[in-house]
């Protein structure tokens, strides 16, 4: 099994910045994808952001520009910068782990961002 620890989230507004944080343990396999989902009210669960263990990142349209991933394999830790946040950026973000980013095996129990003025 894996767990997380995410941190970071909270509320800003329009325009501003936040850095979530997802620390890992237990099984974790060196070659796993980590990265971040989100779901918004009423929407379904999205692909936000993933790394491959060899730094290889992908985004969705969304965000390209505005958030970065990054990993530190040491830590098993990944972060996500999220700068020029907009209001339909609010939503839970997800932590989560695994071979295939686009299904991933674990997941973490979510960290509230709100985008509102």
């Known amino acids: 099994q894996v767990q997380f620890v995410e941190s970071g989230g909270g509320l800003v507004q329009p325009g501003g910045s936040l850095r979530l944080s997802c620390a890992a343990s237990?099984?974790?396999?060196?070659?796993?994808?980590m990265g971040w989902y989100r779901q918004a009210p009423g929407k379904q669960r999205e692909l936000v952001a993933g790394i491959s263990s060899g730094g290889y990142t992908h985004y969705a349209d969304s965000v390209k520009g505005r958030f970065t991933i990054s990993r530190d394999n040491a830590k098993n830790t990944v972060y996500l910068q999220m700068n020029s946040l907009k209001p339909e950026d609010t939503a839970v973000y997800y932590c989560n782990a695994g071979f295939n980013p686009y299904a991933p095996d674990y997941w973490g129990q979510g960290t509230q961002v709100t985008v509102s003025s």
């Open positions: 237990g099984k974790i396999f060196s070659g796993y994808t």
